[in-house]
T-cell receptor, first 113, second 114 residues
Framework: SQQGEEDPQALSIQEGENATMNCSYK?????LQWYRQNSGRGLVHLIL?????REKHSGRLRVTLDTSKKSSSLLITASRAADTASYFC?????????????FGRGTSLIVHP | DSGVTQTPKHLITATGQRVTLRCSPR?????VYWYQQSLDQGLQFLIQ???????AKGNILERFSAQQFPDLHSELNLSSLELGDSALYFC?????????????FGSGTQLSVL
């Protein structure tokens, strides 16, 4: 079962615009991660934000975390056609002493040149 | 390149058959995860190994099994295959199994059951 759920399911924008994706989750977390997946390829880690952090930046990426609302957002500024991909949030779900990144269904982002 | 190697990239087989998917983790990573990705179920966690031992189990069917060998490579065995097992199977690795570990994913094995 999914722990995190991304919203919207699909997003279509023009190059140069900003893209915002949201993630909601159900239970308390240690951290939340964002991953990117190009069509048919493996996921690539983008950024990790810990539960005691509220905002984190990495290049054109900005991630926020609101643990009171159990939600996170990923902002991609000045988008490029190469940003076209699916974006997933993952929260760590405790499982038998281990912590398993559990993924949502993803947001499909299309950036038109 | 993530450093995680999965073979084969594509696999086409028939219902009732058995297949083995192979994964070599990133150098130095002790923990291996298997995920199944399908359009209707999304990315589902199957099983995790750490240093040769099973660490956590997710939505893995009884027809599926896995193991991690002393050299840390892992294999996922799928038997009595059904049409619904058609999916993209990913292996991922991390240095440790704890929280705050980011995963490095392989390119996946696309399994088609006909």
């Amino acid at each position: 079962s999914q722990q995190g759920e991304e919203d919207p399911q699909a997003l279509s924008i023009q190059e140069g615009e900003n893209a915002t994706m949201n993630c909601s989750y159900k239970t308390s977390i240690n951290n939340l991660q964002w991953y990117r997946q190009n069509s048919g390829r493996g996921l690539v880690h983008l950024i990790l934000i810990r539960s005691n952090e509220r905002e984190k930046h990495s290049g054109r990426l900005r991630v926020t975390l609101d643990t009171s609302k159990k939600s996170s957002s990923l902002l991609i500024t000045a988008s490029r056609a190469a940003d076209t991909a699916s974006y997933f949030c993952a929260t760590d779900a405790p499982s038998g002493g281990s912590y398993i990144p559990t993924f949502g269904r993803g947001t499909s982002l299309i950036v038109h040149p | 390149d993530s450093g995680v190697t999965q073979t084969p990239k594509h696999l086409i087989t028939a219902t009732g058959q058995r297949v083995t998917l192979r994964c070599s983790p990133r150098s130095g990573d002790l923990s291996v995860y298997w995920y199944q990705q399908s359009l209707d179920q999304g990315l589902q966690f199957l099983i995790q190994y750490y240093n040769g031992e099973e660490r956590a189990k997710g939505n893995i069917l009884e027809r599926f099994s896995a193991q991690q060998f002393p050299d840390l490579h892992s294999e996922l065995n799928l038997s009595s295959l059904e049409l619904g097992d058609s999916a993209l199977y990913f292996c991922a690795s991390s240095p440790q199994p704890g929280p705050n570990e980011k995963l490095f994913f392989g390119s996946g094995t696309q399994l088609s059951v006909l």
